[in-house]
């Protein structure tokens, strides 16, 4: 089953703060965030494991609720360039070679 | 450069005409996937391997094969292909093996496939 992401689209202005939610109905053995820019690969951002281990980019931040099988994605003093569409996953086992993706958050920064 | 690539980049072809996507990487990864992407569907694991030879499959598999005989390829073949099967596709690899999804996957720049 494919994780539950919210908002679907969210529109800031440069400088502005969003949090984007990524959710499962299933357990959640470590999270993926993800960010694709119009016409281009998935580029990665972090990785949040079970213990609170956290393997990415040192200006990005996330949270990962185990228990409550969430994680959330925080975009703080946006710019432009965070535009794009953000991608949580996740393995369907604790091997988590069969992967599954949410279906994205687009986000739009307007200067 | 360390990357993955994948060729063609862009395919434009006939329902049931036989065709291959090649993709392959450079950083000796023992993980690589394939995955379809269609709009407010989000990225679709159709097929991954965990090493030479061993092969399982994802999410939408039906329609695809794949081979992995070579640690760096991984080629996604579509021995029928139909109208359904246009999409992007992303071939992406990642360093883990067995040891859980504590790796980030590295993408590909994708193909566009259409069937006509």
């Known amino acids: 089953q494919q994780p539950v992401q919210s908002p679907q689209a969210v529109i800031l202005r440069e400088g502005e703060d969003a949090v984007i939610n990524c959710s499962s109905s299933?357990?959640?053995?470590?999270v993926h965030w993800y960010r694709q820019k119009h016409g281009e690969a998935p580029v990665f951002l972090m990785i949040?494991?079970?213990?609170?281990e956290q393997k990415g980019h040192e200006k990005i931040s996330a949270s990962f609720n185990e228990k409550k099988q969430q994680s959330s994605l925080y975009l703080t003093a946006s710019q432009l360039s965070y535009s794009g569409t953000y991608f949580c996953?996740?393995?369907?086992?604790?091997?988590?070679?069969?992967?599954?993706f949410g279906p994205g958050t687009r986000l739009s920064v307007l200067p | 450069e360390a990357q993955v690539t994948q060729n063609p980049r862009y395919l434009i072809t006939v329902t049931g005409k036989k065709l291959t996507v090649t993709c392959s990487q450079n950083?000796?990864?023992?993980?690589m996937s394939w995955y379809r992407q269609d709009p407010g569907l989000g990225l679709r694991q159709i097929y991954y391997?965990?090493?030479?030879?061993?092969?399982d499959k994802g999410d939408v598999p039906e329609g695809y094969k794949v081979s992995r005989k070579e640690k760096r390829n991984f080629p996604l073949i579509l021995e029928s292909p139909s109208p359904n099967q246009t999409s992007l596709y992303f071939c992406?690899?990642?360093?883990?093996?067995?040891?859980?999804?504590?790796?980030?996957?590295?993408f590909g720049p994708g193909t566009r496939l259409t069937v006509t």
């Open positions: 992406a690899s990642s360093p883990q093996g067995l040891a859980g999804a504590s790796y980030e996957q590295y």
């Open positions: 299933k357990a959640l053995y470590s």
């Open positions: 949040l494991l079970k213990g609170g």
């Open positions: 996953g996740t393995g369907r086992d604790n091997y988590g070679q069969n992967f599954v």
């Open positions: 950083m000796n990864h023992e993980y």
């Open positions: 391997s965990m090493n030479v030879e061993v092969t």
